[in-house]
């Protein structure tokens, strides 16, 4: 299910608990919320809004600082590759296969999280099987060097290409990373009881529930951006393909 189906649903339910409050209140004996029932009410739905507001402002920061995190990997497994390609280059001619193997992997990676086709998804699975760049290392450790410049510059490609192997791995390890199914039905809960008691102790009006409107719409697009930037190589908030563009080119020359 897409982030954006999970927060309609999330929108769905909490709006339908504030207006299930507020019918519920005009239901209820008029004892029940009295003035000591409403305090004991404002109670409960105060200790349950500050435990939503700390849990979706924790999640809300630490997705964001994964986004940030796969962000900054991805812009230095970008620049490791343009080094990686210049340090071939000074290795010789006999490296030109590599180098063109490790430009094709590029734009095949590229190509699989940002595809070109319109509505196509992405295939993190199709770069994972891939497995581009254990190959280009066993190319590079297949090299002969003939002199100590050359050998040099092979141990730095190894070392290089051992560091990229580790930088894929991260970023595709890294995009498992989701919010558990029990964790976000809690956090739903809790925010149904709270817009429930919402609705039960507002009046009904046109401005009551407009605002019950809004409230949900805003809580939704919490979760919404919490599920979005725990997943920053798909979906509508999607990290940029600039760094990768970037070393592309400069693999081109």
Known sequence: MSSLEISLIAFSCLFGSALFGLLLAAKL??????????????IGAGLIATLTALVLGLLVSSAK??????????TQASATLIVLDRVLAKYGDE??????MLKQNLIFAHEQIWPSEAGAKMNLQAVEKKKGMEAVRDKIMDLKPQNDKQRALMQEAEAVATDLSHSRWLLIEH????????FLVVLVFWLAVFFITFGLLSPVNGTIVSLMF?????????????????????GMIKISDAALLKALQHLST
């Open 29 to 42: 004996p008029q004892h029940h919320l009295d003035s000591h029932s409403k305090e004991a009410i404002k």
């Open 65 to 74: 600082s994964s986004y940030d995190s796969m962000n900054e990997e991805l």
């Open 95 to 100: 490296t030109k296969p590599i180098r063109e």
């Open 175 to 182: 995009e498992r990373g989701v919010l558990p199914t029990p």
């Open 214 to 234: 809004v409230c949900t719409v805003s809580v939704a697009g919490a979760i919404f951006l919490i599920l979005e930037l725990n997943t920053p190589l798909e």
